[in-house]
């Protein structure tokens, strides 16, 4: 059953997806004043979604700053990387059996979505429609539990700003980001629960991998 969302829920997915998306960036004061006029609501459900992104380690409490983008560091980003991925794996696993033609229909979709986004240089575009991509399956793994951990993990530390390496590499990279995405969708097809679980796991969100994910972080 979908879990009702509060005012609270959307300013925390509001601020979780600036973070991924790079309009936020580490070590950068968060306006509350600014969420509030941009959702048109109160400060209190701004503090409390504030507050548990703090206590998920998304955010940081600074005294006499007020709430920043928390930084975080290779190693921990490599940590993240092999807990999500086992996460991720066994969400896959779970959904495989149960996963519709209009699931996959969906999942082409967004491949070559992100292959067209790709192409054009929208890295906006193409992370959005990446998180539409595993969001198919995740949601239908019946766990509740695992769905919102995935979420928050993902949130913790996938900063998206694609601005300060050489767009040649980025292109290349998420050109073969993409070509996974395709296997993962055959392997589902195929009902490989097994195989799709390992494949994402081990390689989808291999640790060698986490860097690019912090490409700009020290910008």
Same mark, same amino acid.
């Given at each position: 059953?979908?879990?009702?969302?509060?005012?609270?829920?959307?300013?925390?997915?509001?601020?979780?997806?600036?973070?991924?998306?790079?309009?936020?960036?580490?070590?950068?004061?968060?306006?509350?004043?600014?969420?509030?006029?941009?959702?048109?609501?109160?400060?209190?459900?701004?503090? /409390?979604?504030?507050?548990?992104?703090?206590?998920?380690?998304?955010?940081?409490?600074?005294?006499?700053?007020?709430?920043?983008?928390?930084?975080?560091? !290779?190693?921990?980003?490599?940590? =993240?990387?092999?807990?999500?991925?086992? =996460?991720?794996?066994?969400?896959?696993?779970?959904?495989?059996?149960?996963?519709?033609?209009?699931?996959?229909?969906?999942?082409?979709?967004?491949?070559?979505?992100?292959?067209?986004?790709?192409?054009?240089?929208?890295?906006?575009?193409?992370?959005?429609?990446? !998180?539409?991509?595993?969001?198919?399956?995740?949601?239908?793994?019946?766990?509740?539990?695992?769905?919102?951990?995935?979420?928050?993990?993902?949130?913790?530390?996938?900063?998206?700003?694609?601005?300060?390496?050489?767009?040649?590499?980025?292109?290349?990279?998420?050109?073969?980001?993409?070509?996974?995405?395709?296997?993962?969708?055959?392997?589902?097809?195929?009902?490989?629960?097994?195989?799709?679980?390992?494949?994402?796991?081990?390689?989808?969100?291999?640790?060698?991998?986490?860097?690019?994910?912090?490409?700009?972080? /020290?910008?």
């Amino acid at each position: 059953m979908p879990k009702f969302k509060t005012l609270k829920d959307h300013v925390y997915d509001y601020i979780a997806e600036q973070i991924m998306e790079g309009r936020l960036r580490p070590s950068e004061k968060i306006s509350e004043a600014a969420i509030c006029e941009e959702l048109s609501i109160s400060r209190t459900p701004v503090r /409390e979604a504030l507050i548990q992104l703090a206590g998920e380690e998304i955010l940081e409490n600074v005294p006499r700053k007020g709430f920043i983008i928390r930084h975080v560091d !290779l190693k921990e980003a490599r940590e =993240l990387y092999e807990v999500i991925g086992q =996460l991720d794996g066994l969400a896959a696993y779970n959904a495989c059996a149960g996963l519709t033609e209009q699931d996959f229909k969906d999942m082409d979709f967004y491949i070559e979505s992100m292959d067209l986004a790709i192409r054009s240089e929208n890295f906006a575009m193409y992370y959005r429609q990446q !998180l539409e991509f595993h969001q198919v399956y995740i949601s239908k793994c019946s766990n509740q539990t695992l769905i919102s951990e995935i979420e928050r993990l993902r949130n913790k530390f996938i900063k998206k700003s694609y601005t300060t390496d050489p767009k040649g590499e980025i292109i290349r990279i998420l050109l073969a980001t993409n070509a996974e995405h395709r296997e993962i969708y055959t392997l589902l097809k195929d009902r490989k629960k097994e195989q799709v679980a390992d494949y994402i796991a081990h390689t989808h969100w291999s640790p060698e991998r986490s860097r690019f994910d912090l490409m700009g972080d /020290e910008a």
